[in-house]
């Protein structure tokens, strides 16, 4: 059988990885937008956290299997259709991520300084759509709409010293445009309280912990806590009980000397709703945001916020929205739920359309870190391998598989990357890298990575 995943991310490489292991038949091409491979692993995880991107070493291993094969810089919708595909293949598995954010939908977001996470992640992380960004951080105050984890990795890369970024694999000019930042207070708000935030308790330390920086959190938004968690799950129990502790914390604990060394800080908001974001006198830029203070009906994960009628001002230059991605349909041929973001599906089998599958954000919606994606990936990997060995699919009639495909990309004027093509530029990255003490200098223009493959 002849299988197809759209999207190289770690949806599409675990979806291929698992249908390679169980089936000892079947070959996996991976078609991606861009030259290089990876997505979210590359342009999502924060560069601080290498240890996340370790998956990357079973990615490769999976792209190096004689029965599997990897064509970058085609764009599934446009270079070849999702109906090309189904002719050229026994099944298809679509894993394209998440190309759009959710709007706040208030007067003022789009002033100038009011960025997306997904912008200003894929910013610093050298996404090619968002290389020529320029966030403006001339401002004292930053405020972060959202408290998840993403919202975390931000107000982490705008507070940390320059000397721990310099390690990683964060882009030049976001390095430089960072060297110059005047950002010392970082706010993060969110629409309910205490125990609904989304982050992770290990994200919650890191922060804590962040040299330089120190958290200001309010006792208040903390008191009866402690009872109300008493039978939650250990993980919120844990998390929440590591909040009570930094708020209630005296400045006294830790040495003066420390405290004043602190130049910047950084602090959760709770039960605060975005009202509208407020323009400087020439209506250009950003100067506060208004928020609408919410009460909370109901408790736990379905706690709905309410807003109160009060409202509150508060001074910011620069407004990052974390509220969620969202998900764009890629070709009016594949059944799309809009109001959900979602391809309609049941454990990855796209409904109504035989031999289409779906994984990843698409199939579940823009949640999730990667071993939740790992598991959902083998779920769909099952069903493709469950129709493949109870004859769903048709695998007597011989599909052609990329050869097929290769024609329509040349007849569109398309050259595809392959996976040794990448490797050259990954070396060429890491080598760029090495000279500047860094594990990699990622290239964030594609017409340069393509030169350097002499495309």
């Known amino acids: 059988p002849h299988v197809c995943v759209v999207g190289s991310g770690p949806a599409g490489f675990y979806t291929a990885q698992h249908i390679l292991k169980h089936h000892g038949g079947a070959r996996v091409d991976i078609f991606e937008k861009l030259p290089v491979p990876f997505g979210l692993v590359r342009f999502g995880v924060a560069p601080d956290h290498p240890e996340v991107k370790n998956v990357i070493n079973a990615f490769t291993q999976t792209a190096r299997s004689e029965r599997c094969a990897y064509y970058g810089n085609v764009s599934v919708g446009r270079d ?65 709409l959202g408290h998840g984890n993403v919202a975390l990795d931000i107000a982490r890369i705008l507070l940390s010293p320059l000397h721990l970024l310099r390690k990683t694999d964060i882009t030049d000019g976001s390095l ?30 890191e922060m804590i912990n962040l040299p330089g920086a120190r958290p200001v959190l309010n006792p208040a938004d903390f008191t009866g806590l402690e009872n109300a968690i008493k039978d939650a799950p250990r993980p919120r129990k844990r998390l929440t009980e590591l909040m009570i502790k930094t708020a209630l914390e005296k400045p006294g604990v830790k040495p003066m000397e420390a405290q004043a060394a602190a130049p910047r800080e950084w602090g959760l908001k709770f039960q605060r709703s975005p009202q509208e974001v407020l323009p400087t006198a020439d209506g250009r830029r950003a100067r506060g945001i208004r928020l609408a203070l919410t009460c909370l009906e109901g408790s736990g994960d379905s706690a709905k916020a309410i807003p109160t009628g009060d409202v509150e001002e508060v001074e910011c230059g620069l407004v990052l929205s974390s509220i969620g991605y969202r998900i764009l349909p890629l070709d009016p041929a594949v059944p799309f739920d809009t109001q959900r973001g979602v391809i309609p599906n049941s454990s ?31 779920d769909t990997a099952h069903s493709v391998l469950e ?69």
Request: charged share 25%; hydrophobic share 40%.
């Open 348 to 378: 990855g089998r796209v409904e109504g359309v035989p031999g289409l599958y779906c994984s990843g954000w698409v199939k579940r919606g823009p949640t999730g870190v990667i071993i939740t994606t790992m598991n959902d990936s083998f």
């Open 176 to 205: 430089a445009a960072l060297a110059c930042s005047k950002v010392k207070r970082v706010w993060l708000v969110g629409r309910r309280g205490p125990l609904q935030v989304a982050f992770t308790i290990k994200e919650l330390r």
């Open 387 to 455: 129709d493949l060995q109870g004859g769903v699919l048709d695998v007597s009639t011989s599909r052609e598989g990329f050869g097929a495909v290769e024609s329509i990309l040349r007849s569109r004027g398309v050259r595809p990357v392959s996976f040794s093509d990448w490797e050259k530029i990954d070396a060429a990255e890491v080598a760029r890298g090495k000279a500047a003490g860094k594990p990699r200098e990622k290239i964030v223009d594609p017409q340069e990575m393509l030169q350097l493959i002499g495309h």
């Open 80 to 144: 070849v259709t999702v109906a090309e595909l189904r002719q050229a293949y026994h099944a298809v598995v679509l894993s394209w991520s998440a190309e759009d954010n959710r709007v706040l939908g208030i007067p003022g977001e789009n002033l100038s300084g009011v960025y997306s996470a997904r912008a200003f992640v894929g910013w610093y992380n050298g996404l090619p759509e968002n290389r020529d960004l320029k966030p403006d951080l001339s401002c004292e105050t930053a405020l972060i």
